[in-house]
């Protein structure tokens, strides 16, 4: 994860743009989410729903994007958004990339905290889940071959058949940052593989989501050949069972900026990622009850801001 922040803060610093044909596409007009609440003005980022949206978990981070935290709230029974709060599975260490699935009973994310098998070396980011059914809060570091020594891994997906996705900068046939995916057998999870040439290239490949039924996979990038600006968000259709190639999502949701920390909503209607560009308007629906205009202030600061977008303007 250190790795990825340094490219990240780098590629925040100076950006290359390129002309995609999706910038010539209508401008979606992505909103601000959740004012108040999941757009605060500090470094909010990603976004995981309940299948019925009542709880959400979504991550902070400090100013220069090196130290991460987890939050989660839920509507009471008056509709508002409770106080976030941090979950006891992840008080301590770094801890982001909250991502359910699809049934909504466990819980995967990333975390840097100590453990054994990291023989004494300075811990790297790994993929933990969390039984959120059995109301459990001590979470579970996946095994080998997910996680690996010397390796930092991100945003775990996981399909309704089990298989996960993730971001690793493992050795693979690409340099860089590529997107794995692990197949759930009868045995567990006893091989890996890295997604190919549809997927990765000779740029950074990070934080897949991919589609509870395995039909497509969104993910952002950085540093590919048609990349627009920062970090651009990407998608890729599975056809017969083969991944097709990835392009810019469509209609103008890429700015010189970044978007990146996708998810989608449990309903399949919205597209959620986070930005660094400038608010373009106004800052919509307010969330936080009761009010509190400190919690607004520094939003469009140039840290990230949560958007949304319908997916109806991926085509999906």
């Not at 935290?69 to 709060?85: E, L, M, S």
């Not at 049934?103 to 790297?124: Q, W």
């Not at 999870?189 to 991919?210: F, H, M, Q, R």
């Not at 919690?295 to 085509?315: E, F």
Request: negative net charge.
């Amino acid at each position: 994860m250190q790795r990825l922040t340094t490219t990240l803060v780098a590629a925040l610093a100076l950006a290359t743009v390129h002309p995609t044909a999706a910038m010539a596409q209508a401008p979606a007009r992505p909103e601000l989410f959740g004012a108040g609440v999941f757009s605060t003005g500090n470094w909010d980022f990603f976004l995981a729903l309940s299948p019925d949206q009542s709880h959400a978990w979504f991550c902070q981070a400090n100013d220069n994007f090196t130290e991460y935290r987890i939050f989660q709230t839920h509507t009471n029974a008056a509709g508002h958004w409770a106080k976030p709060v941090a979950p006891r599975f992840a008080a301590d260490w770094g801890n982001a990339d909250p991502h359910l699935s699809p049934d909504g009973k466990v819980l995967y994310f990333i975390s840097n905290r100590a453990t054994p098998e990291d023989n004494g070396s300075k811990p790297a980011f790994h993929v933990w889940s969390v039984d959120l059914a059995a109301g459990s809060d001590k979470p579970v570091r996946l095994p080998a071959p997910i996680n690996i020594p010397g390796s930092d891994d991100w945003s775990p997906s996981i399909a309704a058949n089990g298989d996960l996705y993730f971001g690793s900068d493992r050795t693979a046939a690409h340099p860089g940052f590529n997107i794995w995916v692990a197949h759930r057998t009868p045995a567990g999870y006893t091989t890996i593989e890295e997604l190919g040439d549809s997927i990765n290239t000779a740029g950074n490949e990070v934080e897949p989501w991919i589609a509870p039924d395995g039909s497509y996979l969104i993910f952002s990038g950085t540093a590919r050949s048609d990349s627009t600006g920062q970090y651009d968000l990407y998608l890729s259709r599975r056809v017969n069972g083969v991944w097709q190639a990835a392009h810019p999502v469509p209609g103008g949701i890429n700015t010189a900026k970044s978007e990146f920390n996708q998810s989608v909503s449990p309903d399949g209607r919205w597209l959620y990622f986070s930005s660094d560009r400038p608010l373009a308007g106004t800052i919509g629906e307010r969330i936080d009850f009761p009010r509190n205009d400190f919690s607004i202030n520094g939003i469009g600061n140039g840290k990230g801001d949560i958007y949304r977008v319908p997916m109806s303007v991926l085509g999906l």
